[in-house]
């Protein structure tokens, strides 16, 4: 604002703002500001009401599984809606794991490619690059499960699971039948879900970091790299963190994709070709067929649980990279 | 004698990188270029299949039928884009106002701790799973309906809606000069009008692009419809070019079970027959079509939009 007078900064002028209030009182404008400020305020109102009502109705929805289990529900592991015997844990393994393994394969990739585009790339190839990364991010999960029926499945059970099996089998890890369908599948698909996610978090860390950091490394005869681990990395070590949880909550809720290819069988195996199950594919399939009472109010309960996973992992995560960019006037907030 | 001391320490420091730091750094930089190849691999082959796949699949009959009897080929999936077109209006109808009303208030009257409470769960929400939002969609309005609707559907897409709009919203408002606000109360301008036709329309293309971007987001929701919009073989009204439609009014069908594209991927691809797998595949391709084209939309958008100090 380059006005004439020398006034003292924004604080000053919404404090202006507030005085001329009083003056549209005599002509009226009272009122209708009222009732736009309300109206304002319960739209603003309802978003901290839905949060509410997802709670209460999760809640609500499973006290009768909370009666019936109690705390055992998290711990048992049949699943037997016929003698109505619910216990979540090879779901909770099932969510784990496949995320794990999503997040063994995701993390060095996304950071790969964001080192990349922010440090190494030329910069005409850096915005289509992060174009394509994040065109990654609007394919709905629903395409990629396709996507993984009909081409990562067979390429698994084809080449790779036979590969894995002839070479780590002795892990344990890796054996059983290549079907391609299994824990395997959901947490390469996964994986490729979340790169974008870390990887475009992990640039807009990286470009905080303050360039004469960089420069300082150099300038004591670091190479390229050197000057990534020592200056750069080492400094965006906590908004990496960050991205990478946040990837972790959204590996974690995610539903479609995995729901197609991890098999959908309630056992917890250690190879990681077997059948799996996972809370979010548990609700995609038995939900809407549930019949009896305890049967629906046990998997309201595991979405209960979920929620409550995701929540403490997405604030984690959001703090992390707060931390990291804050005070940043790129982000908007003035 | 400071001389040779100077000498040795820049000596040090410009010598030649040794060769292990140098193959080091070729290395790494190997590795980047490998990871940006593997990541790209995938997003390649996706699109690749889907255009392969979906073109080859695609026909007239895919966009105006019905689909047939289980076991039977041919039939389309004209049900599920009006049902999807459906669904969505309704979660637009439902989740614009409320998503950029509380855009407004966290902008204009969000600087107390309700409005930081309001800011921190709508980013709080924006990391729920979709899934879970369909729970709580089917137990306010399946259940008190008594039965699966579009009208369920788009409410659970509107929920996931509102956080992304109202915060966009309230960024791209914050990026209005102040001063475009003080002239306006200065003019005599009330506080609302100020904020509706000044503040709000100059940050149009930024909350536009803001809803658009949530739209791309719930487009291809497929988890929160399972058990709200559930998918329905039929059409769910009586629309003018359907068989339904004979001398009865006209009804779109918001309280019945209704098809979605992304539902309908799901429910093909799972499936045992080939022909559907073909569907699935055009469906998808028609489904991507539709989210590029309002991603590229938002892109055309942000680049022709410019205001204020932004």
Same mark, same amino acid.
């Given at each position: 604002m380059p006005g004439p007078q020398p006034v003292e900064g924004t604080k000053v002028t919404s404090t202006s703002a507030d005085r001329a209030t009083p003056l549209l009182q005599t002509s009226g404008g009272e009122v209708p500001d009222r009732v736009f400020k309300s109206a304002m305020t319960v739209c603003g109102l309802a978003v901290l009401g839905v949060l509410v009502l997802i709670v209460y109705e999760l809640m609500s929805g499973s006290r009768l599984s909370w009666h019936a289990f109690g705390f055992k529900f998290f711990g048992g592991s049949d699943w037997d809606p016929v003698n109505e015997r619910f216990g979540a844990l090879p779901f909770i393994y099932g969510t784990l794991v496949s995320s794990l393994v999503a997040l063994i394969i995701a993390v060095p990739l996304s950071v790969g490619v964001a080192v990349f585009t922010t440090e190494m790339c030329p910069k005409a190839l850096r915005g289509p690059l992060s174009f394509f990364v994040e065109l990654l991010a609007a394919i709905p999960s629903v395409i990629y499960g396709l996507w993984a029926i009909f081409v990562l499945v067979p390429l698994l059970s084809g080449y790779v699971q036979p590969f894995l099996a002839k070479t780590l089998g002795w892990t344990g890890l890796f054996e059983g039948?290549?079907?391609?369908?299994g824990m395997l599948a959901a947490g390469i698909i996964l994986a490729i879900m979340i790169v974008p996610i870390i990887s475009s978090i992990t640039r807009e860390v990286l470009m905080v970091v303050p360039q004469h950091q960089r420069e300082g490394v150099l300038a004591l005869g670091a190479t390229r790299w050197e000057m990534i681990r020592v200056g750069v990395l080492r400094n965006a070590r906590a908004g990496i963190v960050g991205g990478i949880i946040l990837g972790l909550g959204r590996a974690l809720g995610e539903t479609m994709a995995v729901t197609m290819v991890i098999?959908?069988?309630p056992e917890i195996a250690k190879s990681l070709f077997a059948p799996g199950y996972t809370m979010a594919s548990v609700l995609a399939n038995e939900f809407s067929e549930a019949t009896g009472d305890v049967y629906l109010s046990s998997l309201i309960e595991i979405g209960l649980a979920l929620f409550l996973v995701t929540i403490i992992v997405n604030a984690l995560a959001q703090l992390l990279v707060w931390t990291v960019t804050r005070g940043q006037p790129a982000r908007g907030h003035a | 004698m400071p001389e040779p001391t100077v000498n040795t320490a820049v000596r040090q420091a410009v010598s030649p990188v040794s060769w292990r730091r140098r193959i080091t750094d070729h290395v790494m930089t190997g590795v980047a270029v490998l990871t940006v190849v593997l990541v790209l691999i995938p997003l390649v082959a996706i699109f690749g299949y889907l255009i392969y796949k979906g073109v080859g699949s695609l026909n007239w009959a895919f966009l105006t039928h019905i689909p047939v009897p289980e076991g039977e080929t041919g039939g389309g999936m004209a049900n599920a884009i009006v049902g999807s077109a459906l669904i969505l209006v309704v979660a637009s109808v439902i989740g614009v106002p409320f998503g950029i009303g509380a855009g407004i208030y966290l902008a204009?009257?969000?600087?107390n701790r309700l409005g930081s409470a309001i800011r921190f769960t709508a980013d709080v929400l924006n990391g729920v799973p979709s899934i879970v939002i369909g729970i709580v969609a089917y137990a306010i309005v399946v259940l008190s309906q008594k039965h699966f609707s579009a009208l369920a559907g788009g409410v659970a897409l509107a929920i996931m809606m509102v956080p992304t709009i109202s915060r966009t919203t309230e960024e791209m408002l914050l990026l209005v000069p102040q001063a475009l606000r003080e002239a306006a109360y200065g003019l005599g301008i009330p506080r609302w009008r100020t904020t509706l036709s000044i503040t709000l329309r100059t940050a149009t293309s930024g909350v536009i692009t803001g809803v658009m971007l949530a739209f791309a987001r719930i487009a291809g929701e497929t988890a929160p419809l399972?058990?709200?919009?559930?998918? +329905?073989?039929? !059409?769910?009204g009586r629309l003018?070019? +359907?068989?339904? !439609?004979?001398?009865q009014p006209w009804t779109l069908g918001l309280d019945q079970p209704t098809a979605a594209l992304p539902l309908q991927i799901f429910k093909y691809a799972t499936s045992p027959y080939d022909d559907l797998h073909r569907q699935a595949w055009a469906g998808a391709f028609v489904l991507i079509l539709l989210i590029v084209t309002s991603v590229a939309a938002v892109r055309y958008v942000v680049r022709r939009g410019t205001f204020g100090a932004a």
């Open positions: 039948p290549p079907y391609g369908i098999g959908n069988r | 204009e009257f969000g600087r399972l058990f709200t919009a559930l998918g +329905n073989e039929y !059409w769910s003018p070019w +359907n068989s339904h !439609w004979q001398r």
